[in-house]
């Protein structure tokens, strides 16, 4: 029997679903003729629409940041940790949307839709989407909804960039900007780990360019390396040897090539696991989204330049291990806010768990979180 | 035409190979009949056979350390950085010994060599060996060459891990010890990185359960994820920015999936000529021998009751950015000798390469090898 759901959750919710029938024009030049996009919400609504909150999500998220889909639902959603009644991004006051990006796999246009007027998926024609084309897709989603501004857009990792793109496209429409375990642009190492990703999936025969669906086949080798690899870079060294060590799964070494060490079975399970409920050609899409975004790239590299027509408060937020997206990363993004003279508050926590520590309810980031959201909440009332 | 060979160079060396006809028994309870071992030398054994050095390889390398094999070579030795005349491993003065481990793929015996008395490839039944299988091998090939000693046995990574089996297991015929850019075991994560590199070799249709050579076929991609993987841990977060940045190879995005970053193209280039040079059960072995190496894990995990057997002095060198094992792991190491009172010179060399500076001739690191080198001769004399 499944665990009563806890009272300081959001409860059961139900994916929404909206439909856009005028064309939305890309940055690779090509156009989207209609599209769809699957979203939740939390909380309701207040009376002058001042408590309106955009979520968004990492690479492998969805819509589904909180909450349960049914009373039977084991697993919570993403952000469940932040998300509900008391919580940082407390539903009792603010009214949440948590929505699929462009290109995704849990009900959005994407490689795994058909194609509008044909019985083809889109599969690998699905245009490269980037964050600047989510945030535009996302402000479609705000005007459907009678959304007239956000007091905060948050999100963490490639959330975080997204969120900073909202601050620099549409600064009027966004009061509070919450970045965390972000980076201005990825590094050379980050994209070299997201190529050799990209790799694992391409060089699987069943990936077939991208046509697998068709083919009824699912390039499960591939997708497990990648998030395998992917996974590594999430956790840190030191979470690492807490959680495994070098600890034998058998009490003693194989000699073979079968799993000798936790951290071998962990991994797989892990990337097993993520085939059943992620995309591959949605994966190879969110992995280049995240090699293009580079918002300074306009402004001759001045991130600061950048950020200038911003004119949200900021809050931004690292984790102490985090590798994938280091403190340094944030320190980026806060030095170009303050030297374009934003407003900005920066925190780094101190965290052994690398960079998922962005979805773990430590409690110094909670209390940060919280404490942020207060005044995000004292400034609408 | 092709350069000169520089003066600095041993030149022209020869492969040579030894056969074994007394059986070795492997850690793994398995027994090797027979088998050979291809080596080279460079300089020349004196009259007391005081001058003898061992260099042991890491996990991609073999016997051809330094100097060229034709005229036509384009290409030294591995370690061509630091064994020559006048290098830090100078080949006036001394003599060196370099081969190819057992489970190599360049003329020792190992998956690609064929099992005694058949004409079938050892391929995937080839046991799984273990640094101190190594040593032992590497022992009798030293008798086999009648030397009594060695004044220095040297090596990098997992070159630096037989270094350390050799001083606990031969603590009489090793003078010195070079251990470099080492660990006295792998952590979790090196094991994960290890693991995915496993898995993408297995997931390779094309490996045939290890069989490939029977099948005419070679697991082309999976040897080259692998690699590429393994390459993105050799250098540091910082020389890779400073090599490629976030360059675009063809001036723009293309938003599509073929390379748009310098270092994306790097990469595949790196990984598809490595699989030109290295074979894939070899590859399969050797990772295993990193994450089996822990000689701790026989003395209740007290690296310093392991080494306690040891008479040799030891000089450690670690590399500020390698992230592949950091100067925290070569500290774990000179911490566990001072505490077992052993002597112990230790260097950390500011550089930015990462876990490859220990192939590169970085003038202090080259400065620090000569100046310990000058005492490893003046202990000869």
């Known amino acids: 029997m499944p665990n009563p759901i806890p009272e300081d959750s959001v409860g059961i919710v139900t994916p929404k679903s909206q439909h856009f029938s005028k064309p939305l024009e890309l940055e690779c030049g090509k156009t989207l003729s209609e599209y769809d996009i699957a979203y939740e919400t939390y909380g309701e609504l207040n009376a002058n629409g001042s408590n309106a909150i955009l979520i968004c999500h990492a690479l492998s998220g969805d819509q589904h940041a909180a909450g349960y889909h049914s009373?039977?639902?084991?697993?919570?959603?993403?952000?469940?940790?932040?998300?509900?009644?008391?919580?940082?991004?407390?539903?009792?006051?603010?009214?949440?949307?948590?929505?699929?990006?462009?290109?995704?796999?849990?009900?959005?246009?994407?490689?795994?839709?058909?194609?509008?007027?044909?019985?083809?998926?889109?599969?690998?024609?699905?245009?490269?989407?980037?964050?600047?084309?989510?945030?535009?897709?996302?402000?479609?989603?705000?005007?459907?909804?009678?959304?007239?501004?956000?007091?905060?857009?948050?999100?963490?990792?490639?959330?975080?960039?997204?969120?900073?793109?909202?601050?620099?496209?549409?600064?009027?429409?966004?009061?509070?900007?919450?970045?965390?375990?972000?980076?201005?642009?990825?590094?050379?190492?980050?994209?070299?780990?997201?190529?050799?990703?990209?790799?694992?999936?391409?060089?699987?025969?069943?990936?077939?360019?991208?046509?697998?669906?068709?083919?009824?086949?699912?390039?499960?080798?591939?997708?497990?390396?990648?998030?395998?690899?992917?996974?590594?870079?999430?956790?840190?060294?030191d979470s690492m040897r807490d959680k495994f060590g070098r600890e034998l799964r058998e009490g003693k070494l194989s000699f073979g090539f079968d799993v000798d060490f936790q951290v071998e079975s962990y991994l797989r399970h892990q990337g097993k696991s993520f085939v059943d409920r992620f995309d591959a050609n949605s994966y190879l899409l969110m992995t280049k989204t995240l090699d293009y975004f580079d918002p300074a790239s306009e402004c001759k590299h001045d991130l600061s330049v950048a950020v200038s027509p911003s004119t949200a408060k900021f809050m931004?937020?690292?984790?102490?291990?985090?590798?994938?997206?280091?403190?340094?990363?944030?320190?980026?993004?806060?030095?170009?806010?303050?030297d374009a003279g934003k407003q900005v508050s920066y925190v780094e926590v101190k965290a052994d768990q690398g960079h998922d520590a962005f979805l773990i309810p430590i409690p110094h980031y909670m209390n940060v979180f919280h404490g942020y959201m207060n005044n995000v909440y004292e400034d609408i009332l």
């Open 71 to 237: 009373s039977e639902d084991r697993k919570a959603g993403w952000w469940e940790s932040s998300i509900g009644p008391g919580k940082p991004i407390d539903t009792h006051r603010f009214y949440v949307v948590s929505l699929n990006n462009l290109g995704g796999c849990k009900g959005s246009t994407g490689p795994n839709t058909k194609i509008p007027g044909t019985d083809k998926y889109w599969g690998p024609d699905f245009p490269i989407v980037t964050v600047k084309d989510w945030v535009n897709s996302q402000h479609r989603l705000m005007q459907e909804l009678d959304i007239t501004h956000w007091c905060a857009v948050i999100g963490g990792s490639l959330g975080g960039m997204q969120v900073l793109q909202w601050s620099i496209d549409f600064p009027d429409l966004i009061k509070h900007a919450l970045v965390i375990a972000a980076a201005p642009k990825l590094s050379a190492q980050n994209i070299a780990f997201n190529e050799v990703a990209r790799q694992a999936i391409q060089a699987d025969p069943d990936f077939h360019n991208g046509h697998y669906l068709e083919n009824n086949s699912i390039p499960r080798r591939g997708l497990m390396l990648a998030r395998m690899l992917g996974h590594i870079t999430y956790l840190s060294d």
């Open 316 to 338: 931004v937020i690292s984790f102490t291990s985090d590798w994938r997206f280091a403190p340094e990363r944030s320190r980026e993004i806060v030095k170009a806010l303050l």
